[in-house]
């Protein structure tokens, strides 16, 4: 189901975003969604911008209004990483965090930076340790 909130003023997704990213560090435990926090929110399909569902992402920057983020998942990819590569989708681990309740590993897609409503933010899941979010953004760069 399409939660309108997260599609932005128009209601549409205007797409992942395809820029060159200037990374930001600047976590601020204000209630606000910051570069170098992971937070909740929903995050579009990549196969279909008007569906998508809540999960939490790495805010990195953003795009005037929009945050940029990278969606996180705790199933690894380490055991079909080739077949994962041959499809163009790049992860970096970053091991647990207080962003997810049942202490399951993380790893974070580094090939897709998705634009985020900052409305559609629901909670700060944790700042991500600078190293990490310095290893995480140089994946990025690879991978662009």
Known sequence: MTDRRALGPSGEY?????????????PDPDGDADPGEIVWAWVP???????GKDRPALIV????????GLPLTSKDHDRDAEQEARCGRF??????????????????????IVRLDPVAVRREGAVLPRPVFDTVTRAVQAHR
């Open 91 to 112: 992860w970096v681990d970053i091991g647990t965090g207080p962003w997810d309740t049942l202490g399951r590993r993380s790893e974070i897609r580094v090939d897709r």
């Open 45 to 51: 399909y990549e196969e279909d911008g008007s569906r």
């Open 14 to 26: 205007p797409g992942d975003f395809a820029g060159r990213l200037h990374a930001e560090y600047r």
């Open 61 to 68: 920057g953003r795009d005037g209004a929009w945050l940029l």
